[in-house]
């Protein structure tokens, strides 16, 4: 089990990620020095921590087992980031999805950290080996990629640079479960990582059908989320096909030959064209209209409904 090097856990980008992060950072009792480069983007960042936090606390969600006021007591914001790092013991990186942003943040980092500290991206499809290229801490480099919502979905992919230490992604592993977060380590990196490849395959061919007309953007959606979406809350695909006959090897006896038939029919990969672009948009807009409000109420409902998912996944681990 690896051990926790004394310090505190710097955020680097206060929007959404960053403030998830900083929120589950302090649910497992770490100090969280939240960095931005605008003062007020950190003040509103702050301001909405709180928010959210008293409204988990009232709906019985607030994760951790210290009150909220003992974590919020432990987030605050910093004013420069050579202030930030001053004892870190961890950064998470946040900013915005862009290769040389992200490159110039981590630049900024190699040249003031120690040898101790680890230095983790958010990023969610940047390959390791082009974020971390030519920093002189690379061993001390990982992607640790969150699934939004981070708070409320907990798994994190851990993506090494090709020579990131093995000590590294130990240290962030047990890092990740400390704060209730569900680590997988992806063992060389990929484009996508694990779990954007896996939804993609799912997008590339759910568009694909509602652009042949073989089903409706919304019962496309019941098939997930009536369908394949009720195992897979609980169990992945290669557990389901152990499960569903006489465990795996009788699974492959079985049904082999079907699904490869079924798979040699997928077409190749869709343009997204804006005419099926327009279809899908107004398929969904019955269900949601693509308005502000409408649309962050339903995000509102959607986390809402992953926080009792989440209850009731732990309540049945527990048994």
């Known amino acids: 089990m690896a051990s926790f090097a004394a310090g505190c856990v710097v955020i680097v980008g206060s929007g959404l990620i960053g403030r998830s992060w900083a929120m589950l950072f302090a649910s497992g009792g770490f100090e969280v020095k939240l960095y931005d480069i605008e003062q007020q983007q950190i003040r509103n960042a702050l301001e909405n921590i709180r928010k959210e936090m008293k409204s988990l606390e009232q709906a ?12 919020l007591s432990l987030i605050s914001g910093c004013p420069s980031i050579q202030e930030a790092v001053e004892g870190a013991m961890h950064i998470q990186e946040c900013v915005p999805e862009d290769l040389e942003l992200k490159k110039k943040i981590f630049a900024q980092l190699d040249s003031i950290v120690d040898d101790r500290v680890i230095l983790s991206s958010s990023t969610s499809c940047l390959m390791p080996s082009k974020l971390f290229a030519g920093l002189v801490h690379v061993k001390q480099c990982i992607v640790a990629h969150p699934v939004n919502p981070p708070y409320y979905v907990p798994l994190v992919e851990l993506v090494p640079h090709p020579e990131t230490a093995p000590t590294t992604v130990d240290r962030t592993h047990a890092l990740m479960k400390k704060i209730g977060q569900c680590p997988v380590r992806v063992q060389k990196e990929v484009d996508g990582f694990v779990l954007n490849r896996l939804q993609y395959a799912i997008i590339s061919e759910a568009w694909r059908m509602v652009e042949e007309g073989i089903v409706s953007p919304s019962d496309l959606d019941l098939v997930m989320s009536e369908g394949l979406g009720m195992r897979y809350a609980f169990i992945g695909p290669l557990e389901t096909m152990h499960l569903n006959a006489e465990g795996m090897l009788s699974y492959c006896d079985r049904y082999s030959e079907g699904m490869k038939r079924v798979l040699k029919t997928f077409g190749p990969i869709p343009e997204f064209s804006r005419a099926t672009a327009e279809k899908v948009n107004q398929g969904m807009c019955l269900k949601v209209p693509d308005d502000p ?13 992953l926080m009792r998912l989440a209850k009731l996944k732990s309540q049945v681990q527990s048994q």
Do not use: I, Y
Request: with cysteine; net charge negative; glycine share 8%.
């Open 60 to 71: 019985g969600s607030l994760k951790g087992s210290l009150s909220v006021e003992e974590q």
């Open 293 to 305: 409000e409408h649309l962050a109420a339903r995000r509102q409902w959607r986390d809402e409904c």
